[in-house]
């Protein structure tokens, strides 16, 4: 989890998994760090085995990609609650600046964008399913083929217990 406890780390992580690949240099243009503290972060995050060299280029010009799909991590202690925190702010403050700009968007786009929100009454077992069906669905999208027509959308889960009051 120490890995992942830098915005500057996520934010690699973020663009990794919307590009095939990325050199450091391509990564800093996204991230607004300079390409030497990309290299840095993508050599720590390759130390973890979050990213791993992509194909092609050398030395500077090495390209990393991300190695999972998602990051999955023990969600107790109290690294996991800063550490999840972190990526709960990032994710809404993505949505947030898509659904202001959504005005940008063609009129189709903007009739398919989706936001809801529910309370419901579940049990332990019933919310570890509702998260599996959840990913399993978000499975069924990851790694297809590029086509035409297609924009990248951001896609957000939360589903978490109210503490008793």
């Known amino acids: 989890m120490r890995a992942l406890a830098h915005p500057t780390r996520l934010a690699l992580l973020d663009h990794l998994h919307a590009v095939d690949q990325a050199t450091a240099t391509e ?4 991230v607004d760090e300079s ?17 791993a060299e992509g194909a092609g280029g050398a030395g500077r ?3 990393w990609r991300a190695t999972a799909t998602r990051i999955e991590f023990p969600s107790d202690g109290i690294e996991a ?3 999840r925190d972190e990526l709960v702010a ?9 659904l202001r700009r959504e005005h940008e968007l063609p009129a189709a786009w903007r009739r398919a964008v989706q936001t809801s929100s529910a309370s ?16 399993a669905l978000l499975d069924s999208y990851r790694g ?10 951001i896609v ?8 008793p009051a």
């Open 61 to 63: 010009e090495r390209p």
């Open 120 to 135: 419901l009454d579940l049990t332990t077992k019933e919310l570890e399913e509702l998260g599996e069906r959840f990913e």
């Open 35 to 51: 390409p030497s503290s990309c290299s840095y972060h993508l050599r720590a995050l390759a130390k973890w085995g979050f990213v």
């Open 156 to 163: 957000s889960f939360g589903a978490t217990a109210e503490p």
């Open 27 to 30: 990564c800093s243009e996204f």
């Open 144 to 153: 297809r083929e590029e086509r035409r027509g297609t924009r990248t959308v």
């Open 90 to 98: 990032r994710q809404q403050q993505r949505v947030r600046d898509a």
């Open 81 to 83: 609650t800063v550490l």
